[in-house]
T-cell receptor, first 113, second 112 residues
Framework: GAVVSQHPSWVICKSGTSVKIECRSL??????MFWYRQFPKQSLMLMAT?????????EQGVEKDKFLINHASLTLSTLTVTSAHPEDSSFYIC?????????FGEGSWLTVV | DAKTTQPPSMDCAEGRAANLPCNHS???????VYWYRQIHSQGPQYIIH???NNETNEMASLIITEDRKSSTLILPHATLRDTAVYYC?????????????FGKGTHLIIQP
């Protein structure tokens, strides 16, 4: 069964609005979670590392003010896409390590219209 | 940059064994080899990982060469549901602070 869960699975929002995606670790605690973005026919690209109780660390080229990450508890990290634009439309995926293995959520499809 | 090289695509007949190769010639002595797969429009699914010994679980077998510079993922009896992109990734032990780096993977197509 799933060990990492994302919500929502898909969302459509208007350009200029913000949208929040949740990532939960099920039955285990995760001090670190990872957020990825995947465009059609491309591989996953790591966006940022979410750290419980401290600031997220962002990969080069990822705007921290646009992609707000909050890791307020040991089982929940959220990614908020602020002032979304059509070019932000993508598949967003989170993951969390449990032991030596990293498990991924089901992914969240974002469409900005 | 991904530290692995995989063929972009492969075909396999349903019911046959699917053997997916991966080159990781620059792997460090303490790095593990992980395999994930991504079925269309879903998040990646963990398959198996290993260090230097061959590994087997309910999904697949992992064969790592003695010099550890390459490995092969084996799906013993492929089904249509095994059609997916398969990613081979190297990762240090306890690398919980670092996200995985994905290459382009191998698109495995199981033919009926």
């Amino acid at each position: 069964g799933a060990v990492v869960s994302q919500h929502p699975s898909w969302v459509i929002c208007k350009s200029g609005t913000s949208v929040k995606i949740e990532c939960r670790s099920l039955d285990f605690q995760a001090t670190t979670m990872f957020w990825y973005r995947q465009f059609p026919k491309q591989s996953l690209m790591l966006m940022a590392t979410s750290n419980e109780g401290s600031k997220a660390t962002y990969e080069q080229g990822v705007e921290k003010d646009k992609f707000l990450i909050n890791h307020a508890s040991l089982t929940l990290s959220t990614l908020t896409v602020t002032s979304a634009h059509p070019e932000d439309s993508s598949f967003y995926i989170c993951s969390a390590p449990r032991g030596n293995t990293i498990y991924f959520g089901e992914g969240s499809w974002l469409t900005v219209v | 940059d991904a530290k692995t090289t995989q063929p972009p695509s492969m075909d396999c007949a349903e019911g046959r064994a699917a053997n997916l190769p991966c080159n990781h010639s620059t792997i460090s002595g303490n790095e593990y080899v992980y395999w994930y797969r991504q079925i269309h429009s879903q998040g990646p699914q963990y398959i198996i990982h290993g260090l230097k010994n061959n590994e087997t679980n309910e999904m697949a077998s992992l064969i790592i060469t003695e010099d550890r510079k390459s490995s092969t993922l084996i799906l013993p009896h492929a089904t249509l549901r095994d059609t997916a992109v398969y990613y081979c990734i190297v990762r240090p032990p306890g690398g919980g602070a670092d996200g995985l780096t994905f290459g382009k993977g191998t698109h495995l197509i199981i033919q009926p």
